[in-house]
């Protein structure tokens, strides 16, 4: 009996040994992936876009960690990869500060850190390889610029334009970003006026709390821009609530381009949404492919972000999986 | 007798209003339209319209907070998530259809109060049998409630798409005044009918005062700490209810997030003492509306984001000194008057 048992054993750790020469001679790229969390659609979409690129078909093993909102879960998750031999770290930070030492301990591991989402500060800009995210500011000009465009065809472009603005949550890059890009092009713009502009913490109850302030205090608003779609929502409310029509009557532009907020330019309730693209998997999957033969990669990397309004929502409606 | 204690009553309410009235005073100077109301639409239309609409789920909740903390001497930090779980299973038994609910209006929304009636009842077990200190046990629900509406919500936004959703957090059709503010005033008046009627106010208040007092006297002071959780619980129910009305959907990390801490500066605003004991509904009552009116006070005067919290810091700074023991004492000093003796309150 006891000789059955030892020889199960043996065969059982000799097996082991097998599986783990196996998984080894498989050539796949391992990729540690350190998320925030799961806060919001988008941060899903974002988190999906990697766990739907980086699969063993496509020749990566992705270990995901998920910080849950708190930096020292990422901290502790990047020194997992390093012990792990990882061939490459994706990181899509929480903090912008306090990451020299961990990404040091990486860089000397020789292992290559590429940042998602969110930019970090560092003395020393070799300690990352490649950022892949949004451009918040650019986003801020397109929605002028698309204002400028529907105005024109519209035949309103001689007249004056009045704008409040919902800001998201005060200090967060999207809405430090986003407010500068609109109020950038507005200073060069001497029809468009912009009234006022309010935080409304990114929430669709806040926006239209806010909104409502702001539709008594100014009985003449032409433009709302809300940046997110939550807070343009919000705002749709209250804009029927004092009688007026959301998207004829005041025209309305909103952020993030949800999946509703498609259904709402369909509906005519909402004029414009600008992209904020969370699929970044397949951009950071061409930087690993890139560096893996040994090329070049350019250091900053804006993911391609589209504005959507009734001319195209229609066709991208049925593609949208957030 | 009556007539002194009305008197005292009175007096206690007086800071509150005092409070209030110099909040909307600022407007009269700063934004004369303030007061305007028109109807639109039939419905009653301007800033005084918005302050009570909005101040409805906060009065609630600080109805609950009150006797939580008139009982118990501790703050119950759970009803903001609480709420969420609330709108969570609501959002979740209605489901999306835009035709038909899953099941009848009612029934939903009292699944959703029966949920938050257990959260409360959570609370209170833990408060008043387990005797853990109130905020440690509500802390638990604080961090574990929107976890909990989360999972039911399958971390996405469920949103009821059924137009008659949205009446419960707007206005009833062809009536003037918001839904809200009606479903605030008679939980309002019926918490006070029940207090005054029976002997459970004078309960709560001899309990908050002194548990073990209360107990000799033979008032069973673990089932009244109990029950006074196990309402905060159905008013952050109720709370959760509008709010999620509001928006027509259960979004899980935003609904009532940071309102507790509203509610238990509504309590203190209204004159109440954290330390428990004696209470007023009223005065917590007029505190949520001077925090409501403050927020769209701000709002009004264009004051921005960045400085919005800066601005609301100052004034209840003041509002709080002018209420604090010291404060008077100071004043009635000035006067020349004997300073007056600080009423024990506990």
């Known amino acids: 009996m006891k000789k059955v048992i030892s020889l199960l054993i043996l065969v059982l750790l000799l097996s082991g040994v097998f599986a783990v020469a196996v998984s080894a001679a498989d050539d796949l790229i391992v990729v540690g992936y350190s998320q925030v969390g799961a ?14 690129t980086f699969t063993e078909e496509n020749g990566y093993k992705l270990i995901f960690d998920d910080a849950m909102q708190k930096p020292e879960n990422q901290i502790k998750a990047i020194r997992n990869f390093i012990q792990q031999e990882v061939d490459y770290i994706v990181l899509a930070p929480i903090v912008e500060t306090g990451w020299e030492t961990v990404l040091g301990e990486a860089k000397a591991a020789g292992i290559p850190v590429i940042l998602s989402d969110r930019m970090i500060k560092v003395t020393d800009d070799s300690l990352y390889v490649a950022w892949v995210g949004g451009n918040f500011i650019k986003e801020g000009h397109n929605a002028i610029e698309w204002l400028d465009n ?29 407010t500068q890009g609109v109020e950038e092009l507005l200073a060069d713009r001497p029809k468009y006026h912009l009234l006022a502009k309010q935080t409304g913490e990114f929430t669709q109850a806040k926006g239209q709390e806010v909104m409502e302030s702001f539709l008594k ?89 589209g504005v959507f309004d009734i001319k195209n929502a229609a066709e991208v409606l049925p593609t949208r999986a957030y | 007798m009556k007539k002194t204690l009305k008197k005292i009553t009175g007096f206690q309410l007086f800071l509150p209003i005092v409070a209030l009235i110099l909040v909307l005073l600022f407007n009269m100077i700063k934004t004369p339209d303030f007061f305007k109301i028109t109807v639109l639409n039939g419905t009653l239309y301007g800033f005084m319209i918005d302050i009570i609409n909005r101040a409805s789920e906060l009065a609630i909740l600080a109805i609950g907070m009150t006797l939580v903390v008139a009982s118990s001497a501790g703050t119950d930090i759970s009803v903001g998530a609480v709420s969420a779980v609330t709108a969570a299973i609501i959002c979740y038994s209605l489901g999306p259809d835009q ?108 309990v908050g005062i002194n548990r073990r007092a209360g107990r000799l006297i033979g008032i069973n002071s673990q089932l009244i700490i109990f029950m006074t959780y196990a309402y905060c619980g159905l008013c952050s129910g109720i709370a959760g209810a509008i709010m999620s009305s509001r928006i027509a959907a259960c979004d899980a990390n935003n609904i009532g997030l940071n309102i507790e801490l509203d509610a238990i500066l509504a309590v203190a605003l209204g004159g109440n003492s954290l330390g428990g004991g004696k209470f007023s509904l009223l005065g917590s009552i007029i505190g949520a509306i001077t925090i409501q009116a403050l927020t769209t006070s701000l709002y009004a005067m264009h004051v921005t984001a960045d400085q919005l919290p800066i601005y609301k810091a100052i004034v209840v700074v003041i509002i709080v000194t002018l209420q604090s023991a010291e404060f008077r004492k100071w004043i009635s000093s000035l006067q020349g008057k004997r300073p007056v003796k600080a009423k024990v309150a506990s």
């Open chain 1, 39 to 52: 806060e919001s659609d988008w941060r899903t979409a974002n988190t999906e876009s990697f766990k739907s």
């Open chain 1, 150 to 178: 529907y105005l024109k065809e519209n035949g309103r472009d001689n007249e004056d334009i009045n704008i409040v603005l919902l800001q998201g949550t005060i200090g967060s890059s999207a809405q430090i970003g986003r």
């Open chain 2, 99 to 206: 035709q038909n609910y899953q099941m009848p209006y009612l029934i939903g929304i009292l699944l959703g109060l029966l949920g938050g009636v257990l959260c409360g009842m959570w609370n209170g077990l833990l408060v008043a049998k387990m005797r853990i200190q109130p905020m440690v046990a509500t802390l638990i629900l604080f961090t574990a409630g929107r976890g909990i509406s989360q999972l039911i919500c399958a971390g996405q936004i469920i949103h009821v798409e059924k137009e008659s959703y949205r009446i419960l957090g707007s206005f009833i059709p062809k009536v003037p005044l918001p839904t809200p503010v009606f479903v605030a005033a008679a939980l309002a008046l019926v918490t006070w009918l029940v207090l005054k009627k029976t002997a459970l106010g004078m309960y709560i208040q001899a």
């Open chain 1, 217 to 305: 205090s100014y009985p003449d608003i032409d433009v709302v821009i809300a940046e997110n779609d939550d807070m343009g929502y919000g705002a749709m409310e209250a804009i029927r609530a004092a009688g007026k029509v959301p998207g004829k009557d005041i025209i309305m532009i909103s952020y993030d381009a949800g999946r509703r907020a498609f259904e709402a330019i369909l509906k005519g309730d909402l004029n414009a949404t600008i992209e904020c693209n969370p699929l970044h998997g397949p951009r950071v999957a061409e930087i690993i492919q890139k560096l893996e033969k040994g090329e070049p990669v350019e250091k900053i990397q804006y993911v391609d972000e």
